[in-house]
């Protein structure tokens, strides 16, 4: 069992940047070893795939933040972070931390089934 604490959400103006940032509680598994991703859904949208950092540091972005965005994974802290550089309104949403195992390898990362760990998420607003 792993539960995620999503923060750093809040209000920005466009064109500022904003970190986000996801704790886990500890588990068996080495967090080194799982997949963790964010997720967002907007008002009135499905929710989307965002960002993956995976074993080994892999990492994968969604098209609408390739280039102004970061995951990184501090596996000391169990915390994992998305850096987003440059806001648009369209970044409003509510942003998730997800979590899956190592049995989930070799599963797309954009497939939101292969998650089995969800954060409550946190409110972001982009005003323009």
């Known amino acids: 069992q792993v539960e995620l604490v999503e923060s750093g959400g809040g209000l920005v103006q466009a064109g500022d940047s904003l970190r986000l940032t996801c704790s886990a509680s500890q588990s068996s598994q080495s967090f080194s070893s799982y997949g963790l991703a964010w997720f967002r859904q907007a008002p009135g949208k499905d929710r989307e795939f965002v960002a993956f950092t995976g074993p080994g540091g892999s990492v994968n972005y969604a098209d609408f933040v390739k280039g102004r965005s970061t995951i990184s994974a501090d596996n000391s802290r169990n915390t994992i972070y998305l850096q987003i550089d440059v806001t648009e309104p369209e970044d409003t949403a509510i942003y998730y931390c997800?979590?899956?195992?190592?049995?989930?390898?070799?599963?797309?990362?954009?497939?939101?089934?292969?998650?089995?760990?969800w954060g409550q998420g946190t409110q972001v607003t982009v005003s323009s």
């Open positions: 997800a979590a899956r195992g190592i049995q989930a390898i070799y599963v797309p990362p954009r497939r939101e089934d292969s998650y089995v760990w």
